[in-house]
């Protein structure tokens, strides 16, 4: 069986960030991230047709970038504790991301709160957990 750390990193997304910012803070550093949804893009195809809905698991791969950002090189997603989907993101939606990452010694796991909002809506809360990889 092969443990998730010897798992092979996928290769990077194909969605656009159009903007990543960090602003440290006292209690941690607050990561901001957004994109737009285009029914137009490859990776939209298909999901679904005439009605086209932004995937989750997108949502989740924005957070995962996001936090990854600011943590150390060999961090990454070791889990989540929950996911609650609200509204879709559609066609022409920009999709925010807001997330607070916790300072925290090296190797202990720091839990996220992560909120996507857009449009006066929210479209997800995922609460996930990061942890660095054994050296």
Do not use: K, W
């Not at 290769?11 to 285009?38: K, M, Y």
Request: charge should be positive.
């Amino acid at each position: 069986m092969t443990t998730p750390s010897a798992l092979p990193r996928a290769a990077a997304s194909p969605i656009v960030l159009r903007r990543l910012d960090t602003v440290p803070g006292a209690d941690g550093t607050t990561v901001t991230a957004r994109v737009r949804v285009n029914p137009e893009d490859r990776y939209l195809r298909g999901h679904f047709p005439g009605n086209p809905v932004y995937p989750g698991v997108f949502l989740l791969d924005l957070l995962e970038r996001a936090v990854l950002s600011v943590l150390p090189a060999n961090s990454r997603l070791l889990g989540v504790e929950s996911a609650r989907f609200t509204t879709p993101a559609r066609d022409g939606d920009t999709v925010e991301l807001s997330v607070r990452v916790p300072h925290g010694e090296p190797g202990c796991a720091r839990t996220v709160r992560a909120v996507f909002t857009g449009n006066g809506q929210r479209f997800a809360t995922i609460r996930a957990v990061f942890g660095e990889e054994p050296s």
